[in-house]
């Protein structure tokens, strides 16, 4: 699966991309046309140019159209608007990636429903044909375990070379992000509202330092509705999606069912039982998801290739006693009595660890090393 970089413009293959590119998104600004009508019409026209192209007894020859879609068609205010998006994407530096074009993402075509348009802030990876890349989602309202398990896994990830796709949301999608970036390592957030717009706006600083992607025109304020339909996005661009936390309602769990329809891989970490930040996982994992307690369970399943060990962090001897015990994940009061000290003053080391993202809470309760 291709995942390459395109621009409207001096950058574009030809003058013809160029043409189908301003058709698609003149078709994407018609009223009453939706990414399965825009399909429709140019699979029975051929291209998005020669659908804007046919007279109005052609386009009722299209199944699907009803009288409010074949009225909008050929709207001057859809051609002038769509003219006006590339002026504005050019300025911005805002890539635009059209459905039938060679620079659109083949992952995308596995969604049911793949976008017409997808814009793109930021440096665009080319992934090979079996895309390294890896979802990982999760609540907004993430615990410290949640946080601090995500953390570790992007951290294995992006060292493996795997790129992490998230929604770029408060919680789990921030530490993911944010553990790419730390190493250098590109990262996609999929936005529910325009590249230009960033939510929270809290990450607007993180945003600049990875890739955005949204189906969204630019100025697009989030919506409600927008979010589940991202989530389709971020299961499509990668092998598989990895649900850390939330309920069994969370937009994650949607992101789950939409790697499913794609043919992708559901990964779901455990967590405490009768947590309800654990119910999503532990539904997805009665129903045959695959565990995760690490990031190997991804690299095993996959058949990929580990990271590589991290340099140990230079800590002040009483922590660096505790970081040094953790050869696996160990329990808090079996590290007390292996360390002969007592047990709050191994989970004060512990939390402080935990703080500075040296160590991490894997299920079951347990230390290890980040």
Known sequence: MAFSVGTYGARMPNDSSNDELLALLTLRFTSWLGAS????????????????????????????????????????????????????????????????????????????????????????????????????????????????????L???????????????????????????????????????????????GENAGLARKMTVVSEHPLGTRPAPHHFPIRNRIIAALGAGSVVVEGSVTSGAMLTASSALECGRTVFAVPGRPNEPLSAGPHKLLREGAVLVERSSDIFEELGWTGGRTRTPPTLPPHLAQVYAALNGPTLLDDLAVEL?????????????????????ETPGGRFERA
Do not use: C
């Open 37 to 152: 009508r825009i399909e429709a019409l140019r699979r029975h026209f051929g291209s998005a140019s020669a659908a804007l192209s046919a007279s109005p007894s052609e386009w009722r020859e299209v199944k699907g159209l009803d009288v409010r879609a074949l009225a909008s068609l050929g709207a001057k205010e859809a051609r002038t608007a769509a003219s006006e998006e590339i002026g504005k994407a050019a300025k911005q530096g805002v890539t635009l990636l059209g459905r039938g074009l060679p620079t659109y993402p083949d992952a995308l075509e596995a969604l049911p429903d793949p976008p017409p348009i997808v814009w793109v802030k930021g440096d665009l990876p080319t992934l090979d044909v079996v895309p390294k890349a890896i979802g990982v989602v999760g609540t907004r309202t993430a615990s410290t375990f949640g946080k601090g398990f995500t953390r570790k």
């Open 340 to 360: 002969e000290r007592s047990v709050p003053d191994v989970q004060s080391a512990l939390m402080l660890l935990t703080l500075e993202g040296h160590v991490v």
């Open 154 to 200: 992007a951290l294995d990830l992006a060292e493996a070379g795997v790129m992490v796709v998230s929604g770029l949301a408060r919680g789990i999608d921030t530490a993911a992000h944010t553990a790419a970036i730390e190493l250098g390592a590109p990262t996609i957030g999929v936005l529910g509202s325009g590249v230009d717009v960033v939510y929270p």
